[in-house]
């Protein structure tokens, strides 16, 4: 596991022992497959045609014979390498989930939103309350809390979107996830109006936030960089 950035050392933390183990087990199957069919025998059929003037004067017929599929065997020296790299990773991952542990709870559900390949909805449903009332949003009637609620989550996956190299969501796909997840019917001629400057407080938090969540995993990304 090669430490480039924060971002990416908390996704393949997630990533890798995984598919390491399953890595394995196709592997041994593999090898087991090999083996097997190395142990089979089959009979084939060699016909020879009418008036055959080789040594033998038999007439066209069927005449099975033995054949034996010859196995040869490859000495695997790259397994104790292949075991050798999955433990160095191991190594480190444990090392950034140490980090990731020292975090408060919100901060972990947040950053596991954004990079974990284990995310769930549970880490989605607390990091969406955490970044709404970590943001400093003005004072809003009920029926529009309830549509800023929903508007923190659209700005959580733009924000996964623009960390992860695309671009920040513009108004028309929020609206249309809006509707699609809640049901809340926007309208782009208002959204300037209405919703561009509670979407701005949003980005900013999760600004703020990601880069909060990200101190304890940069920290391990430097000392493993000067260790090396």
Known sequence: M???SARQAWQD???IPGASVMAKAIEDAEEATRKTRAKRRKKLVARFPEGYQGESKEPEG???IDSQI???YE???GRAAGNLNRCQHM???GKVMHAISTLPAPLQHLG???YSPLANGVDQNRAQSFLYFSADLPKMNKPRQEVAYWVALAAMHSWKD????????WPGKVIQFLADWPGFVLYAANWERDWAAIWEIFMQELNRLDAQALVPVAQVVAAQRDAA
């Open 112 to 114: 596991h939103f954004l």
């Open 75 to 77: 000495t695997r020296t």
């Open 2 to 4: 090669r430490l480039i």
């Open 70 to 72: 010859i196995a040869a």
């Open 13 to 15: 933390a997630y990533h």
């Open 62 to 64: 069927l005449f099975p």
């Open 91 to 93: 190594l480190a991952a």
């Open 162 to 169: 623009m960390v992860n190299g695309r671009e920040e969501w």
